[in-house]
């Protein structure tokens, strides 16, 4: 049994060698995200709104609200379970944003928060990957799909 001190936060970061504007879309229009992240999308991200995002490799989805959007600066976003998502944009040059993804707000047991955080970083660094891959490369490595080609349900 652990015991924990403070609940876990998990950040998630990247250089992407795109605009902000670039970046910051790819986030929001499911049309872009569906090419580094999720397959299916009820529609874009917008302030007030809950949306559905499905992995249907995985037979999974999930809905999440969207607390706040702040044109290329800052996605916020709830998850049903409770945990938040922060994605921070940061233009460095014209040509260059630093992507911050913070997760917080896992709850259950010392184990069951830190498993959830262990899963939730590797989950990111995966998103951050691919979208990096596609945006400065046009290559979709299929990363999430890939990770657990055993719990695909469409094989």
């Known amino acids: 049994m652990i015991t924990l001190n403070e609940i ?4 998630a970061e990247m250089l992407i060698r795109r605009p902000v504007e670039e ?3 790819a986030f929001i229009n499911p049309e872009i995200t ?4 999720f397959t299916k999308s009820s529609g874009r991200l917008e ?3 809950t949306i559905r995002w499905d ?3 995985y037979g999974v989805g999930d809905e999440l609200y969207v607390k706040e959007l702040e ?3 800052l996605i916020r976003i709830e998850w049903t379970d409770g945990t938040q998502v922060e994605w921070v944009f940061t ?3 014209d040509n260059e944003t630093f992507v911050s993804i913070t997760n917080f707000g896992f709850s259950g047991s010392g184990d069951e928060m830190v498993a959830q955080a262990i899963d939730s970083m590797g989950g990111y660094i995966m998103v951050l990957s691919g979208l990096k891959a596609y945006l400065e490369h046009n290559i979709q490595l299929n990363l999430v799909a ?3 080609p055993d719990a695909n349900v469409n094989w």
């Open 8 to 11: 876990p936060i998990v950040k």
């Open 55 to 57: 992995w249907e490799m």
């Open 91 to 93: 233009s460095r040059t």
């Open 146 to 148: 890939d990770k657990a």
């Open 47 to 49: 302030e007030g709104k």
């Open 71 to 73: 044109q290329n600066k």
């Open 34 to 37: 569906t090419k580094f992240w």
């Open 23 to 25: 970046v910051y879309e």
